[in-house]
């Protein structure tokens, strides 16, 4: 997926969770998508992000690829986000694995819960 196509849907879920009151102020788990041809290179690819803020996970899909979900708390910023897809396909591209996007569950209020809203943004 080209940057620059990334970088015009990024804005707009940005925008879509500003426009609902998502609290930016806070930190939040912000999960990064990728996919791979084989187990191998996607645990190769999730040894390489290991610290106290990030958490990965390796499963198989059910067209015989290989996805890693990579959770990092942090602030939901246009910049911050893009600055860490950058580092993400940077270890991706080389195990041929392909960015398949970036997405983040908001906290709820009592209210919302109790109508079922979980406001889920991804692209």
Same mark, same amino acid.
């Given at each position: 997926?080209? &940057? /620059?196509y990334? $970088?015009?849907?990024?804005?707009?879920? @940005?925008?879509?969770?500003?426009e609902?009151?998502?609290?930016?102020?806070? %930190?939040?788990?912000i =999960?990064f998508y /990728?996919? *791979?041809p084989? =187990?191998d290179?996607?645990?190769?690819?999730a040894e390489?992000f290991?610290?106290?803020?990030?958490? &990965?996970?390796v499963?198989?899909?059910? $067209? !015989? /690829?290989w996805?890693?979900? @990579?959770?990092?708390?942090?602030? /939901? &910023? +246009?910049? !911050? %986000?893009?600055?860490?897809?950058?580092? *993400?396909?940077? #270890? %991706?591209g080389? @195990?041929?694995? =392909?960015v398949e !996007?970036? !997405? #983040? %569950?908001? =906290?709820v209020?009592?209210?919302q819960? @109790?109508a079922n809203m &979980?406001?889920r +943004?991804?692209?």
């Amino acid at each position: 997926m080209s &940057t /620059a196509y990334q $970088d015009d849907i990024s804005s707009h879920v @940005l925008r879509r969770m500003k426009e609902s009151g998502f609290d930016f102020a806070r %930190i939040h788990p912000i =999960e990064f998508y /990728a996919i *791979f041809p084989d =187990e191998d290179r996607a645990r190769q690819a999730a040894e390489q992000f290991r610290g106290e803020s990030l958490n &990965t996970q390796v499963n198989p899909g059910d $067209d !015989g /690829a290989w996805r890693m979900q @990579l959770s990092k708390i942090m602030h /939901a &910023t +246009y910049d !911050g %986000i893009g600055d860490f897809e950058q580092d *993400f396909q940077s #270890v %991706i591209g080389p @195990l041929d694995g =392909e960015v398949e !996007g970036w !997405g #983040v %569950i908001q =906290e709820v209020s009592a209210d919302q819960r @109790l109508a079922n809203m &979980t406001p889920r +943004y991804s692209c």
